[in-house]
C-alpha cells in the first residue's frame, strides 16, 4: 500500500507562484513514476505534469507549459509542483498519483493506481 499526502495549496494572487508537495509513505518502494493532476470548478479531472521513475523525463500539458516545473527529491520521498505566473484558470483542487508499476511519465489517469487526497489552489485577481 502506497499513501500519498499533497501540501502546499493555499490563495495566491495571480501572477504569484506556489509550491506543491506530495509525500508518499507506506509499504512499498517509494520511488515511482508520478504526476500532477487537477480539477477546476465544474470541470473534468485533467493533467497538469508528469515525471518518469527515473527522473529523466518530465511532459506537461500544453496549459502549464513554462509556467509550471514538476521535480523529485527521492531521498525525501516527495514530489514536487513548481507553479509560476499563476492564472486564474489555473484554480482547482491539485491530486499527485503515483505507481509503482509505472515507469514513464504518463499522460493517463488509468496508468496511476495510488492518489493523493488534493490540494486546493486558488487563484485571485
Known amino acids: 500500500q502506497v499513501q500519498l499526502v499533497e501540501s502546499g495549496g493555499g490563495l495566491v494572487q495571480a501572477g504569484g507562484s506556489l509550491r506543491l508537495s506530495c509525500e508518499a509513505s507506506g509499504s512499498r518502494p517509494r520511488k515511482y513514476a508520478s504526476g500532477w493532476f487537477r480539477q477546476g470548478p465544474g470541470k473534468e479531472r485533467e493533467f497538469v505534469a508528469a515525471?518518469?521513475?527515473?527522473?529523466?523525463?518530465?511532459i506537461y500539458a500544453d496549459a502549464v507549459r513554462g509556467r509550471f516545473i514538476i521535480s523529485r527529491d527521492d531521498a525525501k520521498n516527495t514530489v514536487y509542483l513548481q507553479m509560476n505566473s499563476l492564472k486564474l484558470g489555473d484554480t482547482a483542487v491539485y491530486y499527485c498519483a503515483a505507481d509503482p508499476g509505472l515507469v514513464a511519465a504518463a499522460r493517463d489517469s488509468d496508468d496511476y493506481e495510488y492518489w493523493g487526497q488534493g490540494t486546493q489552489v486558488t487563484v485571485s485577481s
Open positions: 515525471i518518469s521513475w527515473s527522473g529523466d523525463t518530465t
